[in-house]
């Protein structure tokens, strides 16, 4: 089934009725590919999106891999989590929006999530029944592409394959009031990412816009981050080796409202394409 609203396939630019971005003969960022990670008659692949069609790959997209000319339909696939990550990271409170009057720390301040997480796009996030307080927090998320220990800053960016759009889903109250972020941060359904994995962009600078039920509710670009891109990768391998697939949520904007059962969260980052999950009640 087609879960997929928003994409940029090879240029970056004003989307069309179809919710495709409209090509252009010039301009636009030429160089920006998208890759999905989809299910396909009971088989998972990953593929480049063209148009409303995915160009299947063999090999391992994050190593040494090559196009086939196996082609299948955009609409005849189920969208999956862009990677299977073994590790999940995230920064906090890394816009100044999101902090308010409270001054940024000195240093990233992180916290995991877990692969049980993860969900693709058109996946359903499901609030549990004893969850009370469940928000939104739309972000760029960062795809690992190689090991990385102690990587510098200067070559931390050479770590990165791509990016992608996640919604670091919290529930408020137990982040509050529990010893850990355990169940806050990393239930099950708690990490959508997707739809597709972009290479060929400056993640210092891309958009990132929450909508829910189509009304926006965050809005800001990832130059506003307070730890950027080099700098959070850096870190982050000084205390933990970085492996291919692995994700790194970088942070969201604003301010956070809470989603109820039957709520459509959209996520967009530019040049990624659209999130869309919506919110379910558990039994």
Not at 86 to 100: C, D, E, F, M, T
Not at 111 to 133: C, Q
Request: glycine content about 10%; aromatic content about 6%; proline content about 5%.
């Amino acid at each position: 089934m087609r879960t997929l609203a928003l994409i940029a396939c090879t240029f970056v630019g004003a989307a069309t009725a179809s919710g495709l971005p409209a090509q252009e003969a010039s301009g636009g960022q030429p160089n920006v590919v998208n890759y999905v990670r989809y299910e396909h008659q009971g088989r998972v692949s990953y593929g480049v999106l063209q148009g409303e069609r995915i160009r299947e790959i063999d090999g391992d997209l994050l190593g040494t891999h090559s196009d086939t000319d196996r082609w299948v339909a955009l609409d005849s696939v189920k969208l999956l989590q862009v990677t299977p990550a073994r590790k999940i990271i995230a920064v906090g409170l890394n816009y100044q929006s999101h902090l308010g009057q409270r001054e940024s720390a000195t240093y990233p301040g992180l916290f995991a999530k877990y692969p049980t997480s993860l969900v693709g796009s058109g996946a359903d996030i499901v609030r549990p029944p004893d969850s009370k307080n469940l928000h939104y927090e739309g972000e760029m998320v960062l795809v690992i592409g190689k090991t990385c220990h102690q990587v510098t800053r200067v070559l931390a960016m050479a770590c990165v394959f791509g990016i992608t759009a996640g919604n670091d889903v919290s529930e408020r109250d137990w982040q509050a009031n529990d010893l850990q972020w355990f169940r806050a941060k990393a239930s099950d359904t708690f990490g959508p990412v997707g739809p597709t994995i972009a290479t060929g962009l400056d993640p210092d600078d891309v958009q990132v816009e929450t909508r829910v039920n189509g009304e926006v509710r965050q809005h800001a670009r990832t130059s506003n981050l307070i730890f950027d891109v080099p700098t959070i990768v850096s870190y982050v391998s000084r205390y933990v080796t970085l492996e291919p697939g692995d994700l790194i949520f970088t942070g969201t904007p604003g301010s956070t409202k809470a989603m109820n059962p039957g709520d459509v969260v959209e996520v967009e980052v530019e040049g990624v394409g659209v999130l869309r999950n919506k919110v379910v009640q558990g039994g």
